[in-house]
C-alpha cells in the first residue's frame, strides 16, 4: 500500500480517503463472465471508478464488492473486520470469483466539493 497523502488542488482538505484498485485475485470455478485472474478496476478521487483501456469488469462481480468500497476508502477502526479483510466473493456460485481491495493512495479532499 502507498501511503502518501496527495491533493491534486494543492488544496490541504478537511478529510483522508484512500484510492482503491480491486484485482481479480482468483476464480475458483470456470469463467462464466469472462474475466481473467489479474483484471482489475481503480476507484480514485472518491467516485471516479477506472479501467484499463479495452477492458471489461463483470458487473455482478462489482456489485459485489461495492457496498464495502466507501468503508475501505476511510481510516477503520482498530479491530474492525473490514480493516483486515480484502477478499470479496463474486455470488456467481459456477464461477467463485475472488477479489482483492488493496489501498494505493492516500488523498487529502474538501468534503465540500464531494457534497
Given at each position: 500500500?502507498?501511503?502518501?497523502?496527495?491533493?491534486?488542488?494543492?488544496?490541504?482538505?478537511?478529510?483522508e480517503?484512500?484510492?482503491?484498485?480491486?484485482?481479480?485475485?482468483?476464480?475458483?470455478?470456470?469463467?462464466?463472465?469472462?474475466?481473467?485472474?489479474?483484471?482489475?478496476?481503480?476507484?480514485?478521487?472518491?467516485?471516479?471508478?477506472?479501467?484499463?483501456?479495452?477492458?471489461?469488469?463483470?458487473?455482478?462481480?462489482l456489485?459485489?464488492?461495492?457496498?464495502?468500497?466507501?468503508?475501505?476508502?476511510?481510516?477503520?477502526?482498530?479491530g474492525?473486520?473490514?480493516?483486515r479483510?480484502?477478499?470479496?466473493?463474486?455470488?456467481?456460485?459456477?464461477?467463485?470469483?475472488?477479489?482483492?481491495?488493496?489501498?494505493?493512495?492516500?488523498?487529502?479532499?474538501?468534503?465540500?466539493?464531494?457534497?
Amino acid at each position: 500500500m502507498e501511503d502518501t497523502v496527495g491533493n491534486d488542488d494543492g488544496d490541504d482538505g478537511d478529510m483522508e480517503l484512500y484510492d482503491l484498485r480491486v484485482v481479480v485475485d482468483r476464480i475458483e470455478g470456470r469463467s462464466v463472465c469472462g474475466m481473467k485472474v489479474g483484471d482489475r478496476f481503480t476507484l480514485e478521487n472518491s467516485a471516479h471508478l477506472r479501467l484499463p483501456d479495452g477492458e471489461h469488469f463483470c458487473v455482478y462481480a462489482l456489485a459485489s464488492v461495492l457496498p464495502f468500497l466507501a468503508a475501505k476508502q476511510r481510516d477503520l477502526a482498530e479491530g474492525d473486520w473490514l480493516a483486515r479483510d480484502t477478499l470479496f466473493a463474486c455470488p456467481d456460485p459456477e464461477e467463485r470469483l475472488v477479489m482483492r481491495v488493496e489501498r494505493t493512495h492516500r488523498r487529502r479532499m474538501n468534503s465540500a466539493d464531494l457534497t
